[in-house]
T-cell receptor, first 114, second 115 residues
Framework: ETGVTQTPRHLVMGMTNKKSLKCEQH?????MYWYKQSAKKPLELMFV???????ENNSVPSRFSPECPNSSHLFLHLHTLQPEDSALYLC?????????????FGSGTRLTVV | KNQVEQSPQSLIILEGKNCTLQ??????????LRWYKQDTGRGPVSLTI?????NTKSNGRYTATLDADTKQSSLHITASQLSDSASYIC??????????????FGTGTQLKVEL
């Protein structure tokens, strides 16, 4: 384990369902990220929370809704998704404002929308 | 537009052989370059991080090089093992106003090591 835990590891949902992805980090980091990884594409940054405030939202459709209740937990709420949203969703964390460059990634949630 | 291009897209080598993966980037202003290893179904794991002043950095059998003038990096894997089979992703960070940075990801090189 890397210190960043994502659940569930796999999720299959219908287009009308509502589900949530969870990320928890045990590293004492103060910034957390959601990335989307589709086949043969670079990782796409979705959301950034730094010091528990959302600082970036990369034109992500409103059917994806992030929540960061504290510096250790990050959620991605999903509703009325489309089949093209099927991908690996990765959470990452890092310590900002200290000059550290290191990002730590979780193992991801493999999402399939049917 | 910041871009990171990796080559080859995929590679198959025999166990015990060496290989070199390439990364070219157009990210500016440059902050640092990272190589990650991503096993199938897992998240990326950092192998090396290099700043502007570093030309080479090693992590076991992995050696990364950086030429900031030509904006090229390579990852050399020595004496490959079956467990090296994975996707290797080059990631370049720029330095944005305010002291933050943004990451630009390559699409990765898919390496398969065979017996």
């Amino acid at each position: 384990e890397t210190g960043v835990t994502q659940t569930p590891r796999h999720l299959v949902m219908g287009m009308t369902n509502k589900k949530s992805l969870k990320c928890e980090q045990h590293l004492g980091h103060n910034a957390m990220y959601w990335y989307k990884q589709s086949a043969k594409k670079p990782l796409e940054l979705m959301f950034v929370y730094s010091l528990e405030e959302r600082v970036e939202n990369n034109s992500v459709p409103s059917r994806f809704s992030p929540e960061c209740p504290n510096s250790s937990h990050l959620f991605l709420h999903l509703h009325t998704l489309q089949p093209e949203d099927s991908a690996l969703y990765l959470c990452a964390s890092r310590q900002v404002l200290t000059g550290s460059y290191g990002y730590t990634f979780g193992s991801g949630t493999r999402l399939t929308v049917v | 537009k910041n871009q990171v291009e990796q080559s080859p897209q995929s590679l198959i080598i025999l166990e015990g052989k060496n290989c070199t993966l390439q990364c070219n980037y157009t990210v500016s202003p440059f902050s640092n370059l990272r190589w990650y290893k991503q096993d199938t179904g897992r998240g990326p794991v950092s192998l090396t991080i290099m700043t502007f002043s570093e030309n080479t950095k090693s992590n076991g059998r992995y050696t990364a090089t950086l030429d900031a003038d030509t904006k090229q990096s390579s990852l050399h894997i020595t004496a490959s093992q079956l467990s090296d089979s994975a996707s290797y992703i080059c990631v370049v960070s720029d330095r944005v106003t305010g002291g933050g940075n943004k990451l630009t990801f390559g699409t990765g090189t898919q390496l398969k090591v065979e017996l």
